[in-house]
């Protein structure tokens, strides 16, 4: 069974850092895309970034400079490095394995930067 478990989130000042995982079970990893999302109250769910099999990343604009994706395949751990964080930062996080199968989600993880 294909199941994404992600941790990291919580609450952070304007300007500080947090880092996001996700652990992957069920999948062949090292040859997966994955992706991080994310939705806020009141909006959609947006595509903050993904790195594919070889490393190659991709990012939203809002997000570009400021959030690194990586990867670990060893781990099956995927990560999401986020400095100056904004206010505007603020959802929860969701982990994303795109498959020709269909999209797996895990749970989410809040984050909220406020002062």
């Known amino acids: 069974q294909v199941r994404l478990v992600e941790s990291g989130g919580g609450l952070v000042q304007p300007g500080e850092s947090l880092r996001l995982t996700c652990t992957g079970y069920?999948?062949?990893?090292?040859?997966?895309?994955m992706a991080w999302h994310r939705q806020a109250p009141g909006k959609e769910r947006e595509l903050v970034a993904r790195i594919n099999s070889g490393g190659d990343t991709e990012y939203a604009d809002s997000v570009k400079g400021r959030f690194t994706i990586s990867r670990n395949n060893a781990y099956n751990t995927v990560f999401l490095q986020m400095n100056n964080l904004k206010p505007e930062d603020t959802a929860v996080y969701y982990c994303n394995y795109p498959s020709n199968a269909g999209n797996t989600w895990g749970r989410g993880t809040q984050v909220t930067v406020s002062s």
């Open positions: 069920g999948i062949n990893f090292k040859i997966s895309p």
